[in-house]
C-alpha cells in the first residue's frame, strides 16, 4: 500500500527519470522480506483539494494506513540487517579490499551492521527535520553494532544527505567507489549503534 507513494517521493528527491520507479518495485518488494527489514514513513495531512491534485495524488495514502482521506506520505526510510549474501555487502567488501584494507578488517566492518537502503523526504519537505527524524526512529533500538550506507560523492559534500550524516556523526568508511554497473562514484558512511546520547528518535 505504501510502495507506490514511496517510489514516487524516491524518484521525485533523487531527480530520475519517471519510469525509474517500475524496475524499482521490484527490488523493494524483495527487500522487504529480508532479516531484520525496518521501514519508517512521514505522513502529512493536507487540503481535500490538495489530496485530488496531480502532485498529490500519487502520494495519497489509502486505509486502514491512513486514518483520514488526505493524508499523503512525505518522507520514506528503510533499511535491513546486512548479510554476506547481499550485493550491496559483496561490492562493499570488494571496495574495500581494492582500497587495502586487510581481510580481518573487512570482516570487522561487514560483521554486524544494519544497511541503511533508502531514505528520502519529498522536495516540498525537506528542510524541517523529517530526514532525520525518519532516520532516528529507523534505528532506534536496533541490535546491530553499526549502521552502514552509501551515497553519491557530492563536490564539497554540500547537498542535505551528507549534512545530515555529518550531523549524526556518521565517518567514511570507503570513498568514491564505482558500484557495479554504475559509473557514479559513491561514498560508504557508517557510525556505530546505538545514535546516542542525541538520539533522535526519542524526540
Ligand atoms: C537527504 C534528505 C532525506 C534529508 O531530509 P531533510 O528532511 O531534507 O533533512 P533534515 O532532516 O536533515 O533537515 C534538516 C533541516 O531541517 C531544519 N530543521 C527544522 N527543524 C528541525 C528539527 N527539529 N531537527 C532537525 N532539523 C530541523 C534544519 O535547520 C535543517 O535545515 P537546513 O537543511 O536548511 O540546514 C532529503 O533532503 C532528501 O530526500 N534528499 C534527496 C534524496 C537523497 O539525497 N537521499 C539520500 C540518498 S543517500
Redesign the pocket.
Known amino acids: 500500500m505504501w510502495l507506490e507513494p514511496a517510489l514516487d517521493i524516491y524518484v521525485t528527491?533523487?531527480d530520475y527519470p519517471r519510469g525509474t520507479e517500475i524496475h524499482r518495485a521490484a527490488l523493494w518488494r524483495d527487500h522487504i522480506s529480508r532479516p531484520g527489514w525496518r521501514a519508517v514513513g512521514a505522513v502529512a495531512t493536507v487540503s481535500p483539494a490538495e489530496v485530488r491534485s496531480p502532485d498529490w495524488v500519487r502520494r495519497r495514502l489509502s486505509r486502514p494506513l491512513a486514518v483520514a482521506d488526505n493524508e499523503v506520505l512525505v518522507?520514506i526510510a528503510y533499511g535491513y540487517r546486512g548479510a554476506r549474501d547481499q550485493w550491496w555487502n559483496q561490492q562493499l567488501r570488494i571496495g574495500l579490499r581494492q582500497s587495502g584494507q586487510p581481510a580481518a578488517q573487512v570482516d570487522e566492518i561487514t560483521r554486524d551492521y544494519f544497511e541503511l537502503t533508502?531514505?528520502?523526504?519529498?522536495p516540498s519537505?525537506?528542510?524541517?527535520?523529517?530526514?532525520?527524524?525518519?532516520l532516528g526512529r529507523l534505528l532506534t533500538g536496533r541490535t546491530e553494532r553499526s549502521v552502514l550506507?552509501?551515497?553519491?560523492e557530492i563536490p564539497a559534500e554540500n547537498?542535505?544527505?551528507w549534512?545530515?550524516y555529518r550531523?549524526l556523526g556518521f565517518v567514511d568508511v570507503l570513498r568514491h567507489f564505482t558500484f557495479t554497473g554504475d559509473p557514479r562514484p559513491f561514498a560508504f558512511l557508517g557510525r556505530p549503534l546505538p545514535l546516542v546520547p542525541d538520539d533522535?528518535g526519542r524526540?
Open positions: 528527491a533523487m518522507g533508502e531514505l528520502h523526504v519529498h519537505a525537506q528542510g524541517r527535520g523529517i530526514g532525520q527524524w525518519l550506507l552509501s551515497t553519491p547537498n542535505r544527505a549534512s545530515l550531523r533522535p524526540r
